[in-house]
């Protein structure tokens, strides 16, 4: 295998003056993945928003006002939507999107610290459900379509870094954190801690 250690091209993005946190790559439904997306990605940035880029055009296409007050760390597209993004950001709020007009849907807040990280439930019954991860260790589950959390857990004791979904069983989660440990959840109608595991770096 071969490494390549400069870039093949670069592309400037757009105007922007503030620095990217984030890039997913925009899919289509399940069964056309690639149904009028091919080569768009999500762009998040340091001053809360959110922009489209056009990889064949070499253009940004949308960019959204700044929803968030902070920096986006995470964002995630919901699964059987590709139309509906979540961001997680420094202010402490979880927003929803609606890519076609790049305008916020839903501002889910309640959960402090920083929040670090997210994911969507893969379920087709439960893809309403989001779990997001702080900096103080805790874990909320949301109901997106109420906008309010439907349970809220706190076991690590330092920030969580990544939360995520099992893609082939939706009552698992599991989450990370720099205390050492990470922690797998069951969510049957809530959170549950079914197993925790350290890491021994000694």
Same mark, same amino acid.
């Given at each position: 295998?071969?490494?390549?250690? %400069? ?6 993005? !757009? ?9 997913? $790559?925009?899919?289509?439904?399940? #069964? ?18 959110? !922009? ?15 929803? &968030?007050?902070? %920096?986006?760390? #995470? ?27 790049? +305008? ?13 990280? *997210?994911?969507?439930?893969?379920? $087709? #019954? ?6 997001? $991860? ?6 909320? *589950? ?12 706190? &076991? &690590? %004791? ?5 939360? +995520? ?22 969510? $049957? ?10 890491? #021994?770096?000694?």
């Amino acid at each position: 295998m071969r490494s390549i250690r %400069t870039a093949v091209e670069l592309i400037k993005v !757009g105007r922007k003056r503030t620095g990217m946190m984030g890039i997913k $790559a925009i899919s289509g439904p399940p #069964d056309q993945p690639t149904l009028g997306t091919a080569a768009k990605f999500i762009l998040s940035f340091e001053d809360g928003s959110v !922009g489209v880029f056009n990889l064949e055009r070499r253009r940004l296409e949308f960019t959204s006002q700044p929803a &968030h007050s902070e %920096t986006i760390f #995470d964002c995630r597209f919901k699964p059987s939507s590709p139309d509906t993004l979540a961001t997680a950001s420094y202010d402490g709020t979880v927003k929803i999107w609606d890519t076609r007009n790049m +305008k916020c849907v839903l501002d889910l807040k309640g959960q402090e610290g920083v929040i670090y990280a *997210l994911s969507w439930c893969p379920g $087709a #019954d439960d893809e309403y459900r989001l779990v997001s $991860a702080s900096s103080l260790g805790e874990v909320v *589950l949301w109901n997106t379509r109420t906008g309010q959390p439907m349970a809220t857990y706190k &076991h &690590h %004791t330092k920030p969580i870094y990544r939360v +995520k979904w099992n893609q082939l069983d939706s009552n698992l989660i599991a989450s990370t954190s720099s205390d050492g440990t990470w922690y797998v959840w069951g969510n $049957a109608g809530g959170l549950e801690l079914w197993a925790a595991f350290l890491v #021994d770096f000694d």
